[in-house]
């Protein structure tokens, strides 16, 4: 109940789900090091990974990161 009060105070739609918090565990990344690989904050990473949405350029700084090309973009964020 809480996050619909927040997701209805930022005007937030709908959570958006991906792949980041799968692929970051498999290559034994943490978030502190995959936040430093793709130049963002860890409060970033914990953000996407809860299905909230981002900017464009955060995408594609975390799928870099997570080491896929940017044509592979659906296998990180299936739904954006």
Same mark, same amino acid.
């Given at each position: 109940?809480?996050?619909?009060?927040?997701?209805?105070?930022?005007?937030?739609?709908?959570?958006? *789900?991906?792949?980041?918090?799968?692929? #970051?565990?498999?290559? !034994?990344?943490?978030?502190?090091? @995959?936040?430093?690989?793709? %130049? +963002?904050?860890?409060?970033?990473?914990?953000?996407?990974?809860?299905?909230? *949405?981002?900017?464009?350029?955060?995408? #594609?700084?975390?799928? !870099?990161?997570?080491?896929?090309? @940017?044509t592979d973009k659906? %296998? +990180?964020?299936?739904?954006?």
């Amino acid at each position: 109940m809480h996050n619909l009060i927040m997701f209805a105070i930022l005007g937030v739609k709908r959570m958006l *789900p991906n792949h980041v918090k799968e692929i #970051r565990e498999s290559l !034994l990344l943490s978030k502190a090091e @995959l936040a430093r690989k793709a %130049d +963002v904050s860890p409060l970033t990473i914990t953000r996407i990974e809860r299905g909230y *949405p981002c900017r464009m350029e955060t995408m #594609r700084k975390i799928i !870099l990161a997570l080491g896929f090309k @940017l044509t592979d973009k659906v %296998d +990180v964020f299936p739904e954006q």
